[in-house]
């Protein structure tokens, strides 16, 4: 099993042993609204979502990241954050969920950050993307600052997100996430 650290941060790769954290988090009411398009969301959806994650995995040697903050007491289980495959492109998408306690504190920044350099060390993608619902400001301000620029509005599912992207070059050329075991 692998697993990383960060500062803040335990990353290690989705497996069907999160299931019980991850239906936690695709029920919060937030998160449904702002992922799922208001679907609420069961156990079965859960498991496909894992088994989809682990698909990426295989096929790309990265994927989805189950995030634990570091505390005291032990670490706490936040959320996810990750990239899978975008459309049919060379390109990546970052989707990151985290639970309440885990927001407005850069933890969310300093996991995108991991799993972007991640999974672009580990492939020859050529962009990095986000879809991120109208309103979410948060999101928005984590994409800027991870160095994603917004390009348009697109249509994804049946749903127009804000486009934002960044080129592999770009990111490289920003200081870099330090990756510590």
């Given at each position: 099993?692998?697993?990383?650290?960060?500062?803040?941060?335990?990353?290690?790769?989705m497996?069907?042993?999160?299931?019980?954290?991850?239906?936690?988090?695709?029920?919060?009411?937030?998160?449904?609204?702002?992922?799922?398009?208001?679907?609420?969301?069961?156990?079965?959806?859960?498991?496909?979502?894992?088994?989809?994650?682990?698909?990426?995995?295989?096929?790309?040697?990265?994927?989805?990241?189950?995030?634990?903050?570091?505390?005291?007491?032990?670490?706490?289980?936040?959320?996810?954050c990750?990239?899978?495959?975008?459309?049919?492109?060379?390109?990546?998408?970052?989707?990151?969920?985290?639970?309440?306690?885990?927001?407005?504190?850069?933890?969310?920044?300093?996991?995108?950050?991991?799993?972007?350099?991640?999974?672009?060390?580990?492939?020859?993608?050529?962009?990095?993307?986000?879809?991120?619902?109208?309103?979410?400001?948060?999101?928005?301000?984590?994409?800027?600052?991870?160095?994603?620029?917004?390009?348009?509005?697109?249509?994804?599912?049946?749903?127009?997100?804000?486009?934002?992207?960044?080129t592999?070059?770009?990111?490289?050329?920003?200081?870099?996430?330090?990756?510590?075991?």
């Amino acid at each position: 099993m692998l697993t990383y650290q960060t500062e803040r941060l335990i990353l290690t790769p989705m497996r069907p042993e999160h299931e019980a954290e991850l239906f936690q988090l695709h029920t919060d009411p937030v998160v449904q609204k702002v992922i799922f398009n208001n679907v609420p969301q069961t156990i079965e959806d859960v498991r496909k979502w894992v088994d989809w994650s682990l698909a990426q995995w295989r096929k790309n040697g990265f994927g989805a990241w189950i995030v634990y903050e570091k505390r005291n007491g032990g670490p706490i289980f936040i959320g996810r954050c990750g990239l899978r495959d975008y459309e049919d492109t060379h390109n990546i998408e970052l989707s990151t969920s985290l639970v309440e306690h885990g927001i407005g504190r850069g933890l969310g920044q300093e996991a995108a950050r991991f799993a972007i350099t991640h999974a672009l060390r580990s492939s020859t993608k050529e962009k990095v993307v986000g879809l991120i619902a109208h309103g979410n400001v948060r999101s928005q301000r984590t994409a800027t600052k991870l160095g994603l620029r917004y390009i348009d509005d697109r249509w994804h599912g049946c749903r127009l997100y804000q486009y934002y992207e960044m080129t592999r070059q770009e990111y490289f050329s920003q200081p870099q996430h330090q990756v510590l075991r």
